[in-house]
């Protein structure tokens, strides 16, 4: 039987900084990963970096168009581009997986909604891989490149309230990033932000949970 309260119906979780641990920066993935790259040029060329970024993390272009362009900017192999890239994404959270698991034996909604892209999507779901989390134990997934908007755009929190039929006030939504949890907010989802220092959030996460009567 569900311990939820009648308002909290679906918890829906962002993945890095939040359930999963990753990078600060290209900087410490590229230490991570043992290549050496001038990343100087993509903070020189703040704009078109981000918007390679957002083009990848929504479809646009393929990681080998990305990674020539970035490699382009850099200076770099597209091959240490990769290494770099693939490090980014490191180890899910200690207690993070036990979290779902306990939200679902409540018989409460999961969901995760991330902005990312293909190849660290593949890692996520890699058996084996440092970054691997059990996402099939969340009952929906929504990453960004695979339904084409990320987040701050409205168009992906709508789409998760038709893919689940969940109201927006039944919605808790726990993202590390303002912008887009004021988005979550301005439709009329629940909102908590996960500061993104903490070394490990899952104990925070439990704690605003129980506030909103989810766990005793």
Known sequence: MSTATPDVRLVVFDLGRVLIRICDDWRHACRCAGVEINVS??????????????????????????????????????????????????????????????????????????????????????????????????????????????????????HVEKETGASPRSILFFDDVAEN??????RGWRVHRVDPKLDNPVPHLRAVLRDHGLFR
Request: charged share 20%.
């Open 41 to 158: 040029p993509l903070l020189a060329n703040a704009a078109k970096f981000k918007q390679l970024s957002n083009a990848i993390e929504v479809g646009q272009i393929s990681f080998e168009e990305f990674a020539q362009s970035i490699a382009e900017m850099t200076g770099a192999s597209p091959g240490q581009i990769r290494c770099a890239f693939e490090a980014y994404t490191r180890e899910p959270y200690a207690g993070a997986a036990d979290l779902i698991d306990e939200l679902n034996a409540a018989e409460i909604g999961t969901a995760c909604l991330s902005n990312t892209n293909e190849p660290h999507w593949g890692l996520l779901s890699k058996p084996g891989h440092l970054s691997y989390f059990p996402l099939n134990r969340l009952k929906h997934r929504f990453a960004s490149h695979l339904v084409r908007f990320r987040k701050p755009d409205e168009a992906i929190y709508a």
């Open 181 to 186: 949890v004021d988005a979550a907010a301005r």
